[in-house]
């Protein structure tokens, strides 16, 4: 398979337990978006890369949220004294600033339980 | 900053009837408008595009319109089948590197 993969695919966690995900974007992608789903709702905007650059973090993004894309390849992000308010899916997406740059391709995300 | 309306929320149709889905938007940074689908518990899939060169674009039973003096685009599914039933998104790009913002979705049901 070689789309956007991510791990793992579910988490169930206990509040304020530190959590981490990882994110593979498509091989040749040098771009990477880190959005949040909740039920019911379009994806929302968290951050995103250029290779290992990260260019904007949402502004509804608290402190304890953290993504890193240290050599522009894969991604992670934390999430740091989880609140039952994160419970969500987060999903990764990946573009490339060639050819048709804006096209995202989506992971399956990981759907976060906390309890 | 960016504002992505889309209606309707939910929409019924009949097997075999169009289905309309369409968003407004209040500002873009970009000329790409695409469309998504999300089955249940899967990742959205890209099913259509368009960029604001052309006005419409068509891939089989799917259809995009874009109207970029009134910012707004549709999305128009004809011959509706059971499987077109999912959660429908579009989005609209707020600057140059991809950063889009979502409509809320609209839940299709094409009952047989």
């Known amino acids: 398979d070689t789309g956007v993969s991510q791990d793992p695919r579910h988490k169930i966690t206990k509040r304020g337990q530190n959590v981490t995900f990882r994110c593979d974007p498509i091989?040749?992608?040098?771009?990477l978006y880190w959005y949040r789903q909740t039920l019911g709702q379009g994806p929302e905007f968290l951050t995103y890369?250029?290779?290992?650059?990260?260019?904007?973090k949402s502004r509804l993004l608290s402190d304890r949220f953290s993504a890193e894309r240290p050599k522009g390849s894969f991604s992670t992000l934390e999430i740091q004294r989880t609140e039952q308010g994160d419970s969500a899916m987060y999903l990764c997406?990946?573009?490339?600033?060639?050819?048709?740059?804006?096209?995202?391709?989506f992971g399956p995300g990981t759907r976060l339980l906390v309890l | 900053g960016e504002n992505v309306e889309q209606h309707p929320s939910t929409l019924s149709v009949q097997e075999g009837d169009s289905a309309v889905i369409k968003c407004t938007y209040s500002?873009?940074?970009?000329?790409?408008f695409p469309w998504y689908k999300q089955e249940l518990g899967k990742r959205p899939q890209l099913i259509i595009d368009?960029?604001?060169?052309?006005g419409e674009k068509k891939d089989q039973r799917i259809a995009v319109t874009l109207n970029k003096t009134a910012k707004h685009f549709s999305l128009h599914i004809t011959e509706t089948q059971p499987e077109d039933s999912a959660v429908y998104f579009c989005?609209?790009?707020?600057?140059?590197?991809?950063?889009?913002?979502f409509g809320a979705g609209t839940q299709v049901v094409v009952t047989p």
């Open positions: 091989s040749e992608h040098n771009r």
């Open positions: 368009i960029r604001s060169n052309v």
């Open positions: 989005a609209a790009p707020i600057d140059s590197w991809g950063k889009f913002q």
């Open positions: 997406a990946s573009s490339s600033d060639r050819g048709h740059q804006e096209t995202q391709y």
């Open positions: 890369f250029q290779n290992e650059a990260q260019l904007e």
């Open positions: 500002d873009s940074a970009s000329n790409y």
